[in-house]
């Protein structure tokens, strides 16, 4: 599995992984949007903290589009490792406001 990562993938900026993943608003407040393009699915998703620690995971999810509420954490900065159906994974920075 490659990992992929973009450290320019914050704010409205398109990023070379927007094709296939992108999370909406970044930043944000209350929830946050995971959706892929057409014919993929994330298998799963996990938030980490800056530190590393897991804040939240959810496997098995096949969904195109997963609406995260976002209202438990801490505002700062998380990373998102997103698996999708290919079994690349992606990792998406946002901020929490």
């Known amino acids: 599995n490659m ?10 900026s398109r990023d070379l992984n927007a094709g296939i993943v992108n999370v909406f608003p970044n930043p944000g407040s ?4 995971i959706q ?3 014919n993929y699915f994330i298998n799963s998703l996990t938030l980490f903290s800056q530190q ?11 969904d195109e ?3 995260f ?11 998102f490792r997103i698996q999708i159906s290919d079994g690349s994974i992606y990792f ?3 901020i929490k406001l």
């Open 36 to 38: 892929l393009k057409e």
């Open 52 to 62: 590393g620690v897991v804040v939240f995971e959810k496997n098995n999810c096949n």
């Open 3 to 12: 990992a992929k990562y973009d450290k320019n993938s914050i704010g409205n």
């Open 92 to 94: 998406k920075k946002i």
């Open 69 to 79: 509420n976002s209202k438990m954490i801490t505002p700062g900065i998380y990373i």
């Open 30 to 33: 209350d929830e946050f949007t």
């Open 65 to 67: 589009l997963i609406h």
